[in-house]
């Protein structure tokens, strides 16, 4: 196997890994008690709850 004659950059070694970052669209799960849709593992921004449970208090 061929082996590299120079030491690759920092700088081009995270521009190589970071071009496809952004290709995919953020997962979102599903609120089983009103349907909205937050990101997985964090408390719902709509109505303040975090696995069944209100965790913060919210103003309608």
Known sequence: M???KRKQSKRR???RRGANQ???AP???KDPVDGTAHRPHRV???NGTYRGRQVLDTEL
């Open 44 to 46: 719902n921004p709509v």
């Open 22 to 24: 952004s290709l995919r």
């Open 27 to 29: 997962l979102l799960a």
């Open 13 to 15: 070694s995270r521009l």
């Open 2 to 4: 061929g082996q590299p």
